[in-house]
């Protein structure tokens, strides 16, 4: 299996163009310092929590984690359980939930951690979660509100697999998961008594995607591939993945700007770099191996507390950081490509995969959106 991966388009897609569009974002990040860009620490970026502007309710201020069972996921969990945040882990796997609950809980004095079972790639485990959520909110008696939701959930699939809603496992979990938990919890984070902010955690492979449709004919093809004779091209299809939900960073900043919620909510984006973690569990380990020894030797792979910097620079910003991509930490921020900027492409989405989800499940209603 490792010999016939060495030798695919993906293999020598992740290890030429993936490598290349992580040195243009290190580029870009060393010529905005050497211009003097506006750099500021995350100890200059303030938040709601830290800031002198309280959490006005009782409890403590709520930040939801998906894909919190390791990696970036786990490390933006102990550093906010840190800062005093009740921090909501999101995964699939109750037993890992348990064990990082565990882990916080003897590493944080007085950690506030509560975990619930949740699948991306399934819209009924989405909405489970939500009642679940706002059922825990209820019964608590916490403020009902939401002040930072960080979509990280994310993988990798070396192979075709779909969803049982008919989508491809690795869209739906990467992006149309993110699209949909999203939308359904904006009442939340619209009704948190201080500003409140989505954090979408994309990656600097968006950069290798120079044209993409988003019409509804052609986001239902990207959702369930259909393999050719030359297999699943499961690299491209990660980078759509994460320029998708880069697109809807974006789109949803705008349509928060032109309405009435631009003083409550705020998106932004996150690229933690190339961070060893778990994603490339599903390449064969020899390669894998060999991946992550060239990037340490060029000096391009983080662990991941060091990787979680630009996610927590992101969650902890001010207000008038909504739709910027962070990159790099230490505030520091960097534009994405520049098909990203596309706002037609961005509105087609938008409506396009309100329609999937409308279609695959009937309990969603096209147009409840709090700005659709």
């Given at each position: 299996m490792a010999v016939r991966m060495l030798f695919s388009v993906d293999f020598w897609r992740m290890a030429v163009l993936w490598t290349l569009s992580l040195l243009q974002s290190y580029y870009m990040l060393m010529m905005n310092e050497f211009f003097l860009f506006s750099r500021q620490s995350i100890a200059e970026l303030p938040c709601d929590w830290r800031s002198g502007r309280r959490f006005e309710g009782p409890g403590r201020p709520i930040c939801i984690i998906t894909g919190a069972t390791s990696g970036i996921g786990e490390a933006a969990a102990r550093s906010l359980a840190k800062m005093g945040y009740c921090v909501v882990l999101a995964g699939r796997s109750p037993e890992l939930l348990s064990k990082i609950?565990?882990?916080i809980e003897e590493q944080v004095k007085d950690a506030d951690v509560k975990t619930f079972v949740l699948?991306?790639?399934c819209i009924r485990s989405i909405m489970k979660f939500k009642s679940a959520l706002e059922q825990w909110l209820t019964d608590s008696a916490s403020h009902f509100s939401v002040q930072i939701l960080i979509n990280n959930a994310g993988i990798l699939a070396t192979t075709h697999r779909l969803t049982p809603?008919?989508?491809?496992?690795?869209?739906?979990?990467?992006y149309l998961g993110a699209f949909c938990l999203t939308h359904l919890l904006l009442p939340l984070l619209k009704n948190s008594p201080v500003a409140s902010r989505v954090v979408n955690v994309t990656s600097f492979t968006h950069r290798c995607v120079s044209s993409v449709q988003a019409n509804d004919g052609d986001l239902a093809k990207t959702m369930d591939w259909i393999s050719s004779s030359e297999g699943y091209p499961f690299a491209r299809t990660y980078e759509i993945s994460k320029f998708y939900l880069l697109l809807f960073t974006r789109e949803i900043h705008r349509r928060l700007q032109s309405?009435?919620?631009?003083d409550k909510i705020s998106v932004v984006a996150a690229d933690p770099g190339f961070v060893e973690t778990k994603i490339m569990r599903e390449l064969p380990q020899t390669l894998s191996w060999l991946a992550f020894k060239c990037l340490r030797s060029l000096r391009l792979l983080q662990n991941a507390e060091s990787g979680v910097s630009a996610v927590l620079d992101a969650a902890l910003a001010p207000l008038e950081a909504s739709g910027q991509y962070f990159f790099g930490g230490q505030g520091r921020r960097i534009k994405p490509s520049a098909i990203s900027y596309d706002q037609k492409l961005a509105s087609e989405l938008w409506t396009s995969s309100w329609r999937l989800l409308c279609q695959a499940n009937s309990d969603l209603k096209f147009g409840e959106c709090?700005?659709?």
């Amino acid at each position: 299996m490792a010999v016939r991966m060495l030798f695919s388009v993906d293999f020598w897609r992740m290890a030429v163009l993936w490598t290349l569009s992580l040195l243009q974002s290190y580029y870009m990040l060393m010529m905005n310092e050497f211009f003097l860009f506006s750099r500021q620490s995350i100890a200059e970026l303030p938040c709601d929590w830290r800031s002198g502007r309280r959490f006005e309710g009782p409890g403590r201020p709520i930040c939801i984690i998906t894909g919190a069972t390791s990696g970036i996921g786990e490390a933006a969990a102990r550093s906010l359980a840190k800062m005093g945040y009740c921090v909501v882990l999101a995964g699939r796997s109750p037993e890992l939930l348990s064990k990082i609950v565990g882990e916080i809980e003897e590493q944080v004095k007085d950690a506030d951690v509560k975990t619930f079972v949740l699948d991306l790639s399934c819209i009924r485990s989405i909405m489970k979660f939500k009642s679940a959520l706002e059922q825990w909110l209820t019964d608590s008696a916490s403020h009902f509100s939401v002040q930072i939701l960080i979509n990280n959930a994310g993988i990798l699939a070396t192979t075709h697999r779909l969803t049982p809603d008919g989508f491809d496992q690795m869209m739906k979990t990467n992006y149309l998961g993110a699209f949909c938990l999203t939308h359904l919890l904006l009442p939340l984070l619209k009704n948190s008594p201080v500003a409140s902010r989505v954090v979408n955690v994309t990656s600097f492979t968006h950069r290798c995607v120079s044209s993409v449709q988003a019409n509804d004919g052609d986001l239902a093809k990207t959702m369930d591939w259909i393999s050719s004779s030359e297999g699943y091209p499961f690299a491209r299809t990660y980078e759509i993945s994460k320029f998708y939900l880069l697109l809807f960073t974006r789109e949803i900043h705008r349509r928060l700007q032109s309405s009435q919620l631009a003083d409550k909510i705020s998106v932004v984006a996150a690229d933690p770099g190339f961070v060893e973690t778990k994603i490339m569990r599903e390449l064969p380990q020899t390669l894998s191996w060999l991946a992550f020894k060239c990037l340490r030797s060029l000096r391009l792979l983080q662990n991941a507390e060091s990787g979680v910097s630009a996610v927590l620079d992101a969650a902890l910003a001010p207000l008038e950081a909504s739709g910027q991509y962070f990159f790099g930490g230490q505030g520091r921020r960097i534009k994405p490509s520049a098909i990203s900027y596309d706002q037609k492409l961005a509105s087609e989405l938008w409506t396009s995969s309100w329609r999937l989800l409308c279609q695959a499940n009937s309990d969603l209603k096209f147009g409840e959106c709090l700005f659709s």
